[in-house]
DNA sequence: TCCGTCCGTGACACTAAGTGCCAACTTCGC
DNA sequence: GCGAAGTTGGCACTTAGTGTCACGGACGGA
């Protein structure tokens, strides 16, 4: 990484600061850009140059935690089936947020109330269920022709997601509640956790 | 219905039918409002009093298939547990979307292809589910105390409609695939179809 | 028949996101 | 010190969406 990047890099982390500070005193649609850029000290134009969009200020976080989740499903033992591997993969992900719940709260609830991040949130889905359906693939009982095996994967890492979103919106929701014992109860509805 | 929401349903029908025909052609983005209000024969001002915004075009055709799925869901024997249950309201749509696929299948793949429709099939999933939670939560297995019964109603029907998504978008992209086998597929792989 | 009212409509102005373009400035190697 | 390359800010533009106001037709009552 070169030196204009770690600039880069550290301009990103600041206007994002300012950025949050920004979205949990008045919400996130309130927020304009012209504000934002403002609070950090740079233009408008300025801004666009180190985010896409708004939304990527969101979005940022959320990449982040999908990352962890697919290396942590990689890391899993091979042999172990497809719904239980997810269901170990999210640990990583629910340790970190019950620990920065002052964070990750508002987060999860800004993503639910806020129709205007609801293309963040699908973006979201997508790039989680593109990542994870490689990986759950091979933990699939094999069928004999496989003609179509990416459906199935698909299939089974986009429902392991929704499983998680349901928890995590309800941990979000009830202070208090384990995102654990939410998650549990959420993907063993679906299929036994074994 | 009185005389004017009727007039106002034909004009709405009467828009959307000009909007599908430009969508057709240069793709939903490239789309601009003013080029549907010109086709229609209105001001652009007016447009947004019969519409509330351009995505409510394709919301609207999504929202009537979620109102049938549900419909379905309550018409099947109260003792058939949610995921078989689900499978089998999910055919009304299925057999519909088959016998239109002309019309279905480019409305499928625009939505996966253009990210200004991110927000509308995030809305269109919050809508199938908050509908079809409810009808699923009775045909679940009873917890002793059932302390949080709703997160378990909201995974498994949000699984259910990740399943469906992931057949439609392989039926969208391999013409001459099954959709109900497509769906038979995903589903099963999630958890047995007993 | 005339008058007031309600409703739909169009025109205008405005905000906000996002993009293209250009000129000024900084930084870095030579 | 000089030139090239990258960074920045200003300006203009497009598009979605909203508020406001005034015009015009339909309808009912006097």
């Known amino acids: 990484m070169s030196l204009r990047d770690h600039a880069r890099e550290a301009i990103r982390d600041e206007v994002a600061k300012h950025a949050w500070t920004l979205f949990a005193a008045h919400g996130y649609e309130a927020t304009t850009v012209d504000q934002i ?24 976080r959320l990449v982040e935690s ?20 997810l269901r170990a993969a999210f640990s990583v992900t629910l340790a970190l947020q019950e620990q920065h719940h002052e964070k990750s709260r508002p987060l999860q609830l800004m993503l639910r109330a806020e129709p205007a991040l609801r293309a963040t949130a699908e973006t979201r ?27 199935r994967a698909v299939a089974v890492a986009a429902s392991a997601v929704a499983c998680l979103e349901a928890a995590q919106i309800a941990w979000a929701e009830n ?3 384990s995102l654990g014992e939410l998650l549990d109860d959420a993907m063993g509805a679906v299929a036994p956790l074994a």
Do not use: C, H
Request: glycine residues 10%; hydrophobic residues 40%.
């Open 37 to 60: 850029a403002d609070a950090a000290g740079m233009s408008r134009r300025t801004f666009f140059r180190y985010f896409a969009g708004k939304d990527e200020l969101v979005l940022e």
């Open 66 to 85: 999908g990352n962890l989740i697919a290396t942590a499903l990689g890391q899993r033992p091979a042999d172990e089936a497809a719904w239980p591997a």
């Open 125 to 151: 889905r997508r790039l989680w269920v593109e990542r994870l359906a490689p990986l759950t693939a091979a933990r699939l009982p094999s069928t004999g022709a496989g003609d179509r095996p990416d459906t």
């Open 175 to 177: 202070p208090g509640t």
